[in-house]
């Protein structure tokens, strides 16, 4: 009887086990083109279909709402368990107290597949890792080897020889440059990559206070706005897309630019042999060449143990070298390895696109591994970057030089003046 | 008084550069949505397309969940429009009729409520909403598409029942007809026309309202068309094809909507007060 009783006990439980639902994780991301979509859910299914106890479904969000939807959603309950990020935008949801360190996972995941450290700085403050790496972004130069060839220039070092090549380059049928000069977040970004080649990559000084105001910043500026004079009259209103339709028109003989190498392959006719790649020159010869690098990640947003395993699990599995290439092709060119062994993964080599234009996105790696980001250069964060970067003041002062006709100097104090007052 | 030669000519040379003027960028827009994408971003734009493909209404239509975003659209336009219909009517008829203490102090409140910045509200109505169950569900979206073009709603139609004369509601009071009556029998027919602004008014508001869509709906199959665009155009390139393609097909409806249903359904429902 006893051994029946046992038995049955046993039979139950392994039928109930049997049955058990999987761990169901909902992941938010702002990739919302449609192809990006479509791979992730591709990715999304494999894992799903290796791992019959877990279920990963996805919820694409838009960059331009998720400041505000996802603190409203994790208030109200109805939020994501794990969802990508950046670093401007881990500080916003950490400040609610949803995101979880996953400082021991990352260690974990360091020691097998060891992230790039301009991957993993931007996260790591407060005692804590706050997102786990998984693709990066950085700003190269992009040139056009036969125009180059035609004028008889070669790739710029130093700003010198960068604005000598605009110079060449202007023609009737052609801007020299092109570079933006509108109040958002393209031009923040080309400015900072200016900044952070001028030694002015800090914002901040050790105290937290900020140190925006000083000559190498005050070049920055000053050399930023000869590249706008020699950029086309409509920079002023310029997005990412612009200047990428600039470039593949033809129109604009070099840009500042994330690797969205398959717009130039699909719009501009694709002549892998022409697009020329660069690091952003320094200011002056032999200097390290820095860029703006966006190391994108994932948080992890809730405390329940069974999805954090799953968590682990799930970002586990997105980083092994056979699925990681997969998935930083969603986008191929855009999106670059944060990790050693996913830099040599076959799957990210593979890719036709990838083939077709590795040189290019060699150098572009090669580049993200000098990435940095504004208020996240010191291994400390201050909270009130969040508000300089959200009203874009480091683009205002462009326009105050470009638009207002301010000189660089008095752009660049009053700028502090306002940064100082945003982080009041 | 007959117009001389010089000023018939002068209008419509006017009249020519008004029509080039609203038309232009529809033009640009259409022809550019059949262009390759090499003549799109061409530095010298061709007036008229060199090229001709229909890859981008493919790209839009294959690729992307366009059609469930246009039906989302709908559903939500439609029903916004009829409740807003069905409740500002009343509302401004008792506004213009009936007398209660407060009527005039109400009935300029309303309007402050138009005038009210939505933004501020959207993030304690998310919270709301998700108590009541109905986040992430289209629902949502018409209550708040009601909520935001009711007063403007009644405030217009109550201009319309001022322009009916005074005498046509005299004579049904005076063969004995109640205010529910002379609402539905007499003065509907009468302010068809502002009927028709109204549900235009409304079904565009809803159409094209953007935050509370991107805000309110979590799922993808349960986006609008401008939320389910904005996603499909991406943020650091931009698949000019497709935006054309996508502005034309998210346009197309509306147009389509007023150019020909709209005008029946005003010359019907005006049929009444001629008679």
Known sequence: MKRFASMTLAAVLISSAAYAAPVELTLWHMEQPPQRVQRIQEMLDAFNDSHPDISVSQEPQSWGEVYAKAPAALAAGAGPD?????????????????????????????????????????????????????????????????????????????????????????????????????KQLYTDQTIYSVMANGGASELYNEDGTLRFDNPETVAAYDFYSKLVALSPPDVNSWTWGEAEACFTSKSCGMIMQFSVISTYDTQGGGAPEDLGIAAIPTKNAGGEHNTIAYPNGVMLLTDDKAKTEAFETFVSWL?????????????????????????????????????????????????????????????????????????????????????????????????????????? | MKRSLAVNILLALTLLALVILVALPFWWVISGSFKLPQDIIARKPTFFPHSFTLQHYVKLLANSAYTTYV?????????????????????????????????????????????????????????????????????SLVIVNVAFA???????????????????????????????????????????????????????SSWTEYVFASVLIISDDKRTVPVGFAGIIGQYQIDWGLLLAGVVLAVAPVVILFAFIGRWFVSGLTEGAVK
């Not at chain 1, 950046?86 to 400082?103: E, R």
């Not at chain 1, 804590?128 to 950085?138: D, F, I, Q, R």
């Not at chain 2, 109505?125 to 009541?132: N, Q, V």
Request: a negative charge; charged letters at 20%; zero cysteines.
């Open chain 2, 150 to 204: 009711l007063p403007f709603s009644i405030w217009m139609l109550r201009s319309f029942f001022a322009t009916v004369p005074k005498e046509i509601e005299e004579a049904a009071v005076m063969d004995g007809a109640p205010p529910t009556v002379i609402l539905r029998r007499v003065m509907l027919p009468l302010i068809a026309p502002g009927m028709a602004s109204v549900g235009i008014f409304a079904f565009i």
């Open chain 1, 82 to 182: 794990m969802i990508f990020t950046i670093p401007d935008f881990t500080p916003v949801l950490k400040d609610l107290g949803k995101v979880q360190s996953v400082a021991d996972f990352v260690e974990k995941l360091d020691s097998e597949h060891h992230f790039i450290p301009a991957t993993l700085e931007p996260y790591t403050y407060d005692d804590g890792v706050w997102a786990v790496p998984l693709y990066n972004m950085s700003m190269n130069m992009w040139y056009r080897k036969s125009e180059f060839e035609k004028a008889g220039i070669s790739v710029p070092e130093t700003w010198d020889d960068w604005l000598k090549a605009a110079e060449t380059l202007a023609t009737s049928e052609m801007y020299g440059i092109g570079v933006p000069a509108n």
């Open chain 2, 71 to 139: 039906g989302n659209s709908l559903i939500v336009a439609t029903f916004s429009t009829l409740i807003t219909l069905a409740l500002a009517v009343p509302a401004s008829f008792a506004f213009f009729r009936l007398k209660f203490p407060g009527r005039r102090t109400l009935f300029r409140i309303i309007l402050l409520a138009y005038a009210f910045p939505s933004i501020v509200v959207l993030i304690p109505l998310f919270g709301m909403f998700t108590k009541l169950g109905i986040i992430d569900t289209l629902p």
């Open chain 1, 319 to 424: 980083l092994e070298p056979e699925n990681y290439g997969k998935f930083l092709n969603m986008e191929p060119g855009l999106f670059m390895p944060v990790t050693e062994d996913g830099a040599k993964a076959e799957s990210f080599w593979s890719d036709p696109m990838v083939e077709k234009y590795k040189p290019q996105i060699e150098t572009a790696i090669a580049n993200s591994k000098n990435g940095k980001l504004f208020g996240f250069t010191s291994g400390r964060i201050f909270p009130s970057i969040a508000a300089i970067s959200a009203q874009n003041l480091l683009a205002a002062t462009v326009q105050d030089v470009t638009v207002s006709g301010d000189s660089a100097a008095d752009a660049v104090a009053a700028g502090q003046k306002t940064m100082e007052e945003a982080a009041e």
